[in-house]
């Protein structure tokens, strides 16, 4: 199973044509903890405002779940 990380700038007020091309990126890894590091690399530069975690069936892993996934604590 391939799990897939979606982030982009987080400047969702402007449309997708003012945005251009690539405003979105996508990156493919073959195990959970690859896409789950690269996840939190991507939250630590605070450069994306929007990120998230398919697991290749179509889950995505988000809110609560994601963040204990990372080891973020419930504060």
């Known amino acids: ?3 897939s990380i ?3 700038d987080g400047l ?3 449309t997708k044509k003012m945005r ?3 405003s979105t990126r996508i990156e493919t890894f073959l195990t959970e903890g690859e896409a789950l590091t690269r996840a939190s690399r991507l939250l630590d530069e605070d450069t994306y405002q929007a990120i998230s975690v398919d697991d290749g ?3 995505v892993l988000c809110g609560v779940r994601l ?3 990372l080891g973020f604590s419930m504060e």
């Open 20 to 22: 251009g091309p690539g």
């Open 57 to 59: 069936s179509g889950n």
């Open 67 to 69: 963040q204990l996934k």
């Open 6 to 8: 979606f982030y982009n």
């Open 12 to 14: 969702a007020s402007e």
């Open 1 to 3: 199973m391939t799990y």
